[in-house]
């Protein structure tokens, strides 16, 4: 296991539709986050997973975004409706209970058209 | 919530040394992070500090005042590599974990 892993890495998608993005924490780390971030700025938190608990969610989250992490192993992330303000890279991390750092995965570049 | 401001973009000479400022302002301090990112690529972990003073990580140093509700990270003997963005972040105590609140990075140009 090398680190966190996003899948896609680039999404091309009309407006209306509806999108979902995947993160494969590293193993054994019980703490996964969602991060969202655009051009220039820096990562903003949007939800972070204790196991399979969703613990915390933005008020960025609007109802159209929707994550799970059914097994406390991989986490989804959907975006229903899809606007263009979404655009946006989404990034992925992951950590362990206790411990200070929290590794970033390369992120899922999002194009809403 | 949370307010945290640094320089939009700095540009320095290799091999010369640069110190990048973060102020912040939050109702419950946790803990400063200094990450860097390269353009396209995942945020990476350089420094935490959580009481005052300074930390040195070979080239990089990150200091803390919490009093002052400020920090710099400080990098040394300057490489074309370091040419990245550099994101102060703050944890808050009550947020989730390792829940972080970013600022909007410092640009680093570093020139021959």
């Known amino acids: 296991d090398t680190g966190v892993s996003q899948d896609p890495r680039h999404k091309i998608t009309k407006r209306g539709q509806n999108v979902t993005f995947r993160c494969d924490p590293i193993?054994?780390?019980?703490?996964l986050y969602w991060y969202r971030q655009t051009l220039g700025q820096g990562p903003e938190f949007l939800t972070y997973f204790q196991n399979e608990a969703q613990l915390e969610k933005s008020r960025l989250l609007s109802d159209r975004f929707s994550a799970e992490r059914p097994k406390g192993s991989f986490s989804t992330l959907e975006i229903q409706r899809t606007e263009q303000g979404d655009s946006a890279m989404y990034l992925c991390?992951?950590?362990?209970?206790?411990?200070?750092?929290?590794?970033f995965g390369q992120g899922t570049r999002l194009t809403v058209v | 919530g949370q307010n945290i401001d640094q320089p939009t973009e700095m540009t320095a000479t290799e091999g010369a040394i640069v110190q990048i400022n973060c102020t912040y302002q939050?109702?419950?301090?946790?803990?400063l992070f200094w990450y860097q990112q390269h353009a396209g690529e995942a945020p990476t972990f350089l420094s935490y500090n959580v009481l005052d003073g300074l930390e040195e990580k070979g080239r990089f140093s990150s200091f803390l005042s919490r009093s002052k509700g400020y920090s710099y990270l400080l990098l040394k003997e300057l490489q074309m590599k370091d040419s990245a963005s550099y994101l102060c972040?703050?944890?808050?105590?009550?947020?989730?974990?390792?829940?972080?609140?970013f600022g909007t990075g410092t640009q680093l140009k570093v020139e021959l």
């Open positions: 193993s054994e780390h019980n703490r």
């Open positions: 939050t109702s419950g301090f946790n803990g």
């Open positions: 991390a992951s950590s362990l209970v206790g411990e200070t750092e929290a590794f």
């Open positions: 972040a703050v944890r808050d105590i009550g947020g989730g974990g390792n829940k972080l609140t």
